[in-house]
């Protein structure tokens, strides 16, 4: 079992950045994949960006890309989300996940956080 706890969220102005953490308990971080996913009121989750067990591998979502990097700690069990140059766009509540696999379906992950929101408006 895993457990993830996202942090970081919040409400920013456009252009602003903000860094995401997902804080994870119960088995070493480095044996899962971890994606970043979002979901907006009304829409669907959709991927945001992944990174490969050992992150040796990141993958990001075209709306995203140049944007949003990806990263981890394995030290400290962690995994972060940096954002910048934020539109209003990407207000949706983020979620992270753990898998075996980076992929950018959810269904690829088999575990959850609870999500954090994320608010972009002047």
């Known amino acids: 079992q895993v457990q993830l706890v996202e942090s970081g969220g919040g409400l920013v102005q456009p252009g602003g950045s903000l860094r995401l953490s997902c804080a994870a308990s119960?088995?070493?971080?480095?044996?899962?994949?971890m994606g970043w996913f979002r979901q907006a009121p009304g829409k669907e989750r959709e991927f945001v960006a992944s990174?490969?067990?050992?992150?040796?591998?990141?993958s990001y979502a075209d709306s995203v890309k140049g944007r949003f990097t990806i990263s981890e700690d394995n030290a400290k069990n962690t995994g972060y989300l940096q954002m910048n140059s934020l539109k209003p766009e990407d207000t949706a509540t983020y979620y992270c996940?753990?898998?075996?696999?980076?992929?950018?379906?959810?269904?690829?992950?088999?575990?959850w956080g609870q999500g954090t929101q994320v608010t972009v408006s002047s």
């Open positions: 990174i490969s067990r050992f992150g040796r591998v990141t």
């Open positions: 119960g088995r070493t971080f480095s044996n899962y994949a």
């Open positions: 996940a753990a898998g075996l696999i980076g992929a950018s379906q959810p269904g690829a992950y088999g575990y």
